[in-house]
């Protein structure tokens, strides 16, 4: 059987609420790397019968990103005698503009990219035709759904007080784990699905729908235990063999190394022992442990906070931290 489309039916009917308004709507849909983000939205946008234009921003300048909204246009077959060629940033964004007002849902993948210095200035521009989208906002029936998976960056983008972005979108999506049913459905698909297994596979790939199709794809899902490792992480062509390294280098750019080292030495300790270890190692870093903290627990879920038996919940003190 051919891989399918498993779970992910609460966002699919959040992005069907959004598109059935008629209206201007800027979406920001955020998740760590291999979560589904791309095959979310590539599944739920052709079936709603409405004008796509997806284009992914490429870790480039300007040049790099202006020649893939131009294979773009060619690509969904937008009338360019209408909607011409961008050759700048700033007629890049009014193009996106120009395509929300012909009722085109734009989707920008990658969007993380924009906070680099040299595409700084785009969203700049961007705040400008998003704000006057948003003056006429009844009368667009486009919108715009920008994608990324770099938190640090994303929030840069679109939550930070000094950002252009900032405060400007209509609605967030947030992907997390796939759960349990869904993954129920996908083993009954391509494997057994046994309590045994599926403890297994989550143990090593948790909810992670990306991970799963690696291992379908060099026929592992379904074999025995050590043969499955194999095929996944140790052989030359694993795809999963230097995941762990090119995931955390690309998402957490080592701000969090500090505190997921002392963690995952000292499982079960208390935050008030992890801040003294950061205050003698980092003394630059203390005050933001709290939102690296909230970060590894609710983002990315590499720690989980546990309170003392009848503690109270801001006793934070005594909170117990393991990985």
Not at 33 to 54: E, M, N, S
Not at 240 to 260: I, M, Q, S
């Amino acid at each position: 059987m051919s891989w399918g489309f498993y779970g992910r039916q609460a966002e699919l009917r959040q992005l069907a609420d959004v598109l059935a308004r008629g209206r201007w709507f800027f979406v920001k849909l955020t998740g760590r790397r291999r979560i589904g983000k791309t095959t979310l939205i590539q599944r739920a946008l052709p079936a709603t019968g409405r004008k796509v234009f997806y284009v992914q921003v490429p870790d480039s300048g300007p040049a790099g990103v202006l020649s893939a909204v131009t294979d773009a246009l060619e690509i969904f077959q937008v009338d360019t005698a209408q909607i011409p060629r961008p050759t700048s940033l700033r007629e890049l964004a009014h193009t996106i503009g120009q395509l929300a007002r012909a009722g085109y849902v734009v989707a920008l993948d990658e969007f993380q990219y924009c906070n680099r210095e040299r595409l700084r200035e785009f969203c700049s521009h961007l705040q400008q035709e998003v704000d006057e989208l948003t003056a006429v906002a009844s009368a667009v029936t486009g919108g715009l759904i920008v994608l990324g998976s770099i938190h640090t960056e994303m929030t840069a983008l679109l939550e930070d007080r000094s950002a252009p972005l900032y405060n400007r979108t209509t609605d967030e999506i947030q992907l997390g784990h796939l759960d349990v049913e869904s993954l129920v459905t996908l083993l009954a698909a391509h494997a057994e699905p046994t309590p045994d297994r599926l403890l297994f596979l989550w143990n090593i790939f948790e909810g992670v729908p990306k991970f799963y199709r690696d291992c379908y794809e060099q026929g592992g899902l379904a074999a025995g235990r050590r043969d499955l490792l194999e095929r996944a992480f140790f052989l030359s062509s694993s795809p999963l063999r230097t995941e762990a390294d090119n995931w955390f280098l690309k998402e957490l750019h080592g701000r969090y190394d500090v505190v997921l080292k002392y963690v995952a030495r000292h499982s079960g300790c208390l935050h008030g022992d992890l801040i003294q270890h950061v205050r003698q190692v980092s003394p630059e870093t203390p005050e933001q442990v709290g939102g690296y903290l909230k970060v590894l627990m609710e983002r990315y879920q590499l720690i989980v906070r546990r309170q003392p038996i009848f503690a109270q919940a801001e006793l934070e003190g005594r909170t117990i931290l393991s990985d």
